[in-house]
């Protein structure tokens, strides 16, 4: 009987590993997104990644300027509106497409002043950075960037050759595409980020503040400002809004 019921273990041990051998076999890639507003809310961020069961296998980045980020180069009457924006925290004059659509979407330009600067565009009663609170909005808009659907509303039509992807999508539009020799740029950014985040997952960071700035600009100059994590580990990135699109990848990944 001894023999007997050995020989019963050693069966349900076996039985066992070929269940979860079997298991993770069948486990299949899930390809997540998340969206939302992104370096100082001035862009709508996508992440996307692969995940195998809680293996995170790829990642990947995008962002889409907002409407304000294309400007008319001259006024047009009854189509464009004046307004006044803040550029690198000095106030600017520019004009801007009165009527912007996309998707169930319409979006006007308002030129009141508020504290010096223009509502700029409405969703309604909501602003823009209102809107863009709603996920779901800033899918519907990222969607439309990537596919050429946003409408610029003209004498002659609803023009889709204006605030498209290649003016808007960061991954065309050469944004940062030619930093100095002591910066990464916006795609070396990325390629960091992601990398990071696929080799050594989420627990490097549970705020902001987890990621700290090093100096570098002694032995490399492009990696001067370099952002390492609460662990230790250097992320190879050095934008400042690391934490935004370390929040979207785990967003992500988390859904």
Request: hydrophobic share 40%; proline share 1%; with cysteine.
């Amino acid at each position: 009987m001894k023999k007997h019921a050995k020989l019963l273990v050693v069966v349900l041990a076996c039985v066992m590993a070929l269940s979860v051998i079997l298991l993770a076999s069948c486990a299949q890639e899930e390809t997540k997104t998340a969206y939302g507003l992104v370096h100082g809310k001035g862009y709508v961020g996508k992440a996307t990644v692969v995940r195998l069961g809680d293996s995170l296998v790829s990642a990947d980045l995008d962002e889409a300027c907002l409407p304000t980020y294309v400007k008319a180069e001259n006024a047009i009457e009854g189509y464009t509106v004046e307004g006044k924006y803040l550029n690198h925290g000095s106030p600017a004059t520019a004009h801007f497409y009165k009527t912007v659509k996309f998707g169930d979407v319409t979006m006007v330009y308002d030129g009141t002043e508020v504290e010096g600067v223009s509502k700029g565009y409405m969703v309604g009663t909501k602003t823009m950075l209102e809107f863009f609170a709603d996920e779901a909005n800033c899918e519907k808009y990222f969607e439309a960037v990537a596919k050429n659907e946003v409408k610029v509303v003209l004498a002659d039509g609803e023009k889709t050759d204006i605030l498209n992807a290649k003016a808007l999508l960061k991954t065309q539009n050469n944004y940062w595409g030619t930093p100095a020799t002591n910066a990464l740029g916006w795609k070396a950014n990325v390629k960091a980020t992601c990398d990071y985040v696929v080799e050594n997952g989420f627990d490097g960071a549970a705020k902001k503040e987890d990621f700290k700035v090093t100096d570098n600009s002694a032995t490399d100059a492009k990696l001067d400002n370099e952002l390492v994590d609460k662990n230790g580990v250097k992320t190879g990135a050095t934008w400042t809004d690391m934490w935004d699109y370390f929040s979207l990848l785990k967003s992500a990944f988390e859904k």
